[in-house]
């Protein structure tokens, strides 16, 4: 079996709670709050692991989440190295509201990293054995981190032999575009849209944008999601659009991160690029039946995925 590492520079402790009803002033109380690890590559590689693939996750870490952060991971036995520093690891919030069940993100920037915290994280990955098939890197860059670090991943994927998976928004994903070498992309429509400076409305937009990335050589395979609307697959075989599997909705935290988690491992394990696609969509599904920062579970996405 082939294996993924993921990295995440800017991970974060996900607390999540309900209310009744989020009003201003007055004391909201909240249910218990559920604690769970999270940040992009984090929450792929749980994903990976709750679909039985291989997988181990890096992440810089400091403070008492950090600290919490580690623990987390331990317990729901992810293979996890963490990189020390000297800065705190933040907290993610997100509160679900009973009486209209929408639901409130709160995302707070977290520490920066040293020159030095840097190239550990870039050690750690180096030092895997064997070296990973793949790395995927997702999630924000941590203020502060300069875009050419970008630059640093890349060469060290092409030096490991490792296919490099991107997760990326803003500028970060404006600069890995420009640099390429990236073998798979998954913008969301609104990070697709930023890139190009337009808003992508028709899906003749939307195809076009997705296959002047192929074209332009920066990347090999563009997975765009849509949300509701699912995803549209572009790469050197075409495009391919891909509906979004029907289920009940609880909370959209972590979608995008199962795509990518599931893609990956199903191309990991040699499958046509149209599966790999479909088994993302269907982890996408699962992990939007499940409240708070629950990540799809194995059945619900082996389920979704032979129903097609
Ligand atoms: N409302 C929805 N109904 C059905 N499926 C959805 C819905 N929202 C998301 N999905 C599924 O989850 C996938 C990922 O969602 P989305 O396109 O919103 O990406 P994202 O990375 O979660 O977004 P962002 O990074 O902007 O938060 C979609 O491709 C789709 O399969
Ligand atoms: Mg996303």
Known sequence: MSRIATLTLNPAMDVSTDIARLAPTSKLRCTLPRYEPGGGGINVARVIRNLGGDTVAIYPAGGPFGAMLQRALEELGLPELRVPIAGDTRESFTVDEGETGLQYRFVLPGPTLTPDERQACLEAIAA?????????????????????????????????????????????????????????????????????????????????????????????????????????????????????????????????????????????????????????????????????TGLCRAEDVERLFRKG
């Open 128 to 292: 895997l054995v064997p070296p990973p098939d793949y790395l995927v890197v997702s999630g924000s860059f941590p203020t502060g981190v300069a875009l050419d670090f970008h630059d640093e991943i890349v060469a060290l994927a092409q030096r490991i032999g490792a296919r490099l998976i991107l997760d990326y928004s803003g500028d970060a994903l404006r600069h890995a575009v420009e640099r390429g070498g990236i073998h798979l992309l998954k913008p969301s429509l609104s990070e697709l849209s930023g890139l190009t400076g337009r808003v992508l409305e028709s899906q003749v937009e939307q195809e076009a944008a997705a296959r002047g990335l192929v074209e332009q050589g920066a990347v090999e395979i563009v997975v765009l999601s849509l949300g509701a609307e699912g995803a549209l697959l572009a790469s050197r075989e075409g495009l391919e659009r891909f509906p979004a599997f029907e289920v009940p909705l609880r909370s959209a935290v972590g979608a995008g991160d199962s795509v990518v988690g599931a893609t990956v491992l199903a191309l990991s394990r040699g499958w046509s690029l149209h599966d790999a696609v479909r088994y993302g969509m269907a982890a996408a599904a699962a992990t939007l039946m499940l409240p708070g």
